[in-house]
């Protein structure tokens, strides 16, 4: 890879729609009109709720969100989707000669 700017996708974070979907549609109502970069991490858990892997985010916020039909004969959870534009992770800082 030859020097340069380093570009990111969106990350883009699912999960099965439940109580907690109320905290992620209030932070959206209360950061989406108006471009605020966060910073903070996200968590990879594992079936205990143990974290697996984290990813520091840099200057993240919100892009769109989703949430898949629901169909109560399927037998499956609704889920939820969270689109996120980020300037980097991984401390590419020290990569990059201080330029993240």
Request: with cysteine; proline share 5%.
């Amino acid at each position: 890879m030859l020097p340069g700017n380093v570009t990111y996708q969106p990350i883009k974070l699912s999960r099965a729609a439940c109580s907690d979907s109320a905290n992620v549609q209030k932070w959206l109502r209360d950061t989406s009109r108006s471009y605020t970069p966060y910073s903070g991490a996200v968590h990879m858990l594992d079936y205990l709720g143990m974290q697996v892997v984290t990813w520091e985010l840099k200057q993240f916020f919100p892009i769109s969100w989703s949430i898949s039909d629901f169909d109560s004969a399927a037998a499956r959870p609704a889920i939820e989707t969270l689109d996120l534009a980020h300037t980097g992770f991984l401390h590419d800082e020290a990569i990059l000669g201080g330029k993240a």
